[in-house]
C-alpha cells in the first residue's frame, strides 16, 4: 500500500486545512486510515482515525475542530482542520492499516503561526 498525503501549509492561528490522503497498490481491504502527527521533540500522536465501517475516534486535542472522512471509492481519507492553533504545528503522516500491518504516508508539514 502506497499513501500520498496533500494539503498541508502555512496558516495562521483559526484558519483552516484540509489534508487529503490517497491510497493505492494493495489497497483493497484497508480496515483502518487516519492521521498522526509529530512535532518536534515530541512523540506521533494519533490525531483522527476512521475504520471502514465505523465511527471516527479523535484526540480530545482535536475533538470539536477537527473532522475526519473517507471515500472508500477513491481509496482517499481526508482531514479538515479549523480554528487552527498554533499547538497544532506539526508534520502530519497519513496511516492505513490493512490485514494487520501499518502503512504511513511521507508526512505534510503543517504550521500554525502568525
Known amino acids: 500500500v502506497q499513501l500520498q498525503a496533500s494539503g498541508g501549509g502555512l496558516v495562521q492561528p483559526g484558519g483552516s486545512l484540509r489534508l487529503s490522503c490517497a491510497a493505492s497498490?494493495?489497497?483493497?481491504?484497508?480496515?483502518?486510515l487516519g492521521w498522526y502527527r509529530q512535532a518536534p521533540g515530541k512523540q506521533r500522536e494519533l490525531v483522527a482515525s476512521?475504520?471502514?465501517?465505523?465511527?471516527?475516534n479523535y484526540a480530545d486535542s482535536v475533538k470539536g475542530r477537527f473532522t475526519i472522512s473517507r471515500d472508500n471509492a477513491k481509496n482517499t481519507v481526508y482531514l479538515q482542520m479549523n480554528n487552527l492553533k498554533t499547538e497544532d504545528t506539526a508534520v502530519y503522516y497519513c496511516?492505513?492499516?490493512?490485514?494487520?500491518?501499518?502503512?504511513w504516508g511521507q508526512g505534510t508539514q503543517v504550521t500554525v503561526s502568525s
Open positions: 497498490g494493495s489497497a483493497s481491504l484497508i480496515s483502518a
Open positions: 476512521i475504520p471502514s465501517g465505523g465511527s471516527a
Open positions: 496511516h492505513a492499516r490493512r490485514l494487520l500491518k501499518s502503512y
